[in-house]
């Protein structure tokens, strides 16, 4: 059968969840991208209320902790991560009051919320940013941000070379209260979101406060946005080189992974670590709360040039936990996911913190899709490929995922077995890459496309007003009621494997795994008490029977000593 949960192996291990010093070592953490998760008022957005309705079924697939793209209030020039008032929340997803509520009944249900946090940028709607451009030169206000006078004979130029990720300069000129052509500020985004200068007091006051308000209203913790970039080169040095992006994630540049971010984190780590645990030991009671602390985390959005430079943003006086993203940009190929394994638990044992995993996000073309086409294009694909591969290796990669040591994030629909919409007509689309000349390749809304919740409907129980991005054909037999209770379906694989990695003994936390021989385009690796196998490769391939079949990503058969290990396929044992 595909799937096959047997009862776990007992024992106790150095690895094993209980020998843990925090939740968030070995946490599954589910992201909700809210405007695509579920929209509780019917006008085609999804909303808090709409995720606070929804998470019992949160809690019944057995994540840990919810991570929750932001909601604060935003023009949304790119979808809320352009940030007008941290401590409010938008209009179209409900009220400060919402929040609470979201956080309350997440706690009553066992489940931890973790908030984004952007704060390499606002909006340009933000006060202070209004304030220095209606005071014009000379604003102390203008400090708080970049502005530089041009180069040229009228300033007619950009201050520097630098490019913005979403393409064109990263520069954008203003204009002064008079009327004539001002200095220019920096955005490494969009022109709607204007940097912080980070080097000024009042910046890193204002963020010690907006930790608190969050942390006091009951958070556990902070999914920091372009962490790598607040800090800046001094001097604003140029480049000297064209199509910066190709640059990205191979070299430190001057606006990312400077080490003068550091400060800030180990500044933000003396805030967090003040605080008790949101839920407690036991659970969410007062009780609870009072006894435990160190329970609210920090979680690092870091594009740096190697794994050994992402450890540093969690060392043990700064974050609790980065993104992998160099296991995200891995191909499904047997030799480089051991590499990047390899180099990921190496990197992050020394200083003690959590390896993290992650197949998909909201910035990405779904792993379903990526694994359906070839290898070597990157991590947005605008073609469908082969939808059965792409599903069967999307499975295996999963099991592989929640089998190793450290913590495991889940986006949002991944469950399901979604594949990115890449059918969508531009009138639809809206990501603020799209629409620009150059950058990124703007198809990010193929990832972003509601979830369905039900087989019929008018958004597939999304909510009853349609929704703000186009569902494809087909999108209802993919949902979580046409799922539910289907032995096979990807979604009841989901819920197993969360389950048997709680309950195992060997898996969840750790630092390390014990490779076993294999052959070529598979992997065979050992925890305590347990046996990972992954073939990589397009034919069945036969291997010794490993003990008992805990869990399988696709059906597989038993003769004797041996198993016919299907293609593209993980089955996890117990020994």
Not at 67 to 72: G, K, V
Not at 177 to 199: K, V
Not at 202 to 213: G, H, M, Q, Y
Request: with cysteine.
């Amino acid at each position: 059968m595909t799937q096959h949960l047997a009862a776990p192996s007992t024992g106790t291990s150095a690895d094993a969840p209980g020998h843990r010093t925090g939740w968030w070592q070995d946490a599954v953490i589910y992201q909700v991208y809210p405007r695509s998760f579920a929209d509780g008022n019917g006008d085609g957005m999804g909303d808090l209320a709409g995720v606070t309705a929804r998470l019992p079924y949160l809690r019944d697939l057995g994540v840990d902790a919810v991570w929750l793209s932001p909601f604060y209030a935003s023009p949304q020039a790119d979808a809320g991560y352009d940030v007008a008032d941290y401590r409010a929340i938008d209009p179209m997803f409900g009220t400060l009051l919402d929040a609470d509520a979201l956080i309350r009944d997440a706690h009553e249900l066992g489940l931890r919320i973790i908030v984004d946090l952007v704060p390499n940028h606002s909006s340009d709607r933000h006060e202070w940013f209004r304030r220095a451009l209606a005071e014009g030169p000379g604003s102390a206000l203008r400090d708080r941000y970049h502005f530089r006078p041009g180069k040229g004979t009228d300033g007619e130029l950009p201050p520097n070379d630098w490019e913005s990720i979403f393409g064109g300069p990263a520069w954008t000129r203003t204009t002064d209260p008079d009327g004539t052509p001002g200095d220019w500020y920096l955005h490494l985004f969009a022109p709607e979101q204007p940097d912080f200068n980070w080097e000024h007091p009042a910046v890193a006051d204002e963020f010690r406060s907006i930790l608190r308000f969050w942390l006091d209203m009951g958070v556990d913790g902070f999914r920091v946005d372009v962490a790598h970039g607040l800090v800046k080169a001094e001097g604003l040095p140029d480049l000297g080189t064209h199509d910066q992006l190709k640059l990205l994630g191979n070299d430190v540049m001057p606006f990312f992974d400077q080490d003068g971010v550091h400060a800030v984190y180990r500044s933000w780590r003396t805030i967090l670590d003040e605080y008790p645990d949101a839920m407690g030991p036991e659970g969410p009671s007062s009780e609870g709360r009072r006894r435990a602390t160190g329970g609210r985390i920090l979680v690092a959005e870091a594009w740096t040039p190697t794994v050994e430079r992402t450890a540093n943003y969690v060392r043990p006086d700064e974050m609790h936990q980065a993104f992998n993203f160099q296991y995200l940009a891995t191909a499904w190929d047997a030799q480089a996911l051991r590499e990047v394994i390899d180099t990921s638990l190496n990197a992050m044992r020394p200083v003690g913190a959590p390896t993290t995993w992650v197949l998909s996000n909201h910035d990405v073309t779904r792993h379903a899709t990526r694994f359906a086409n070839p290898p070597g294009l990157g991590t947005q694909i605008r073609t469908a490929g082969d939808r059965e591969l792409g599903l069967r290796r999307a499975r295996a990669a999963t099991l592989l995922m929640l089998a190793l040591p450290g913590s495991a994030y889940v986006y949002q629909g991944e469950e399901l077995g979604l594949p990115d919409v890449t059918e969508l007509p531009d009138e639809a689309r809206q990501d603020p890459s799209f629409f620009r000349a150059e950058g990124q390749d703007g198809f990010r809304d193929g990832c972003r496309v509601p979830i369905p919740w039900t087989r019929e409907g008018s958004s597939h129980g999304f909510g009853t007003g349609g929704s703000w991005l186009p569902q494809p054909a087909g999108w209802g037999e993919l949902s979580i009621e046409a799922q539910t209770g289907v032995a096979g379906s990807t979604l009841e694989l989901y819920r197993s494997a969360i389950a048997a990695r709680r309950a195992h003994p060997g898996l969840g936390a750790g630092t390390a795994v014990e490779w076993l021989d294999a052959p070529e385009g598979l992997l065979i690796f050992a925890r305590p008490g347990f046996v990972c196998t992954v073939n990589t490769t397009d034919t069945a391939v036969r291997i010794p029977v490993r003990g008992t079949v805990l869990l399988s990503s696709a059906p597989v058969t038993t003769d004797g000593a041996e198993i016919e290990l299907p293609a593209d396929t993980t089955v996890w044992w117990t020994v």
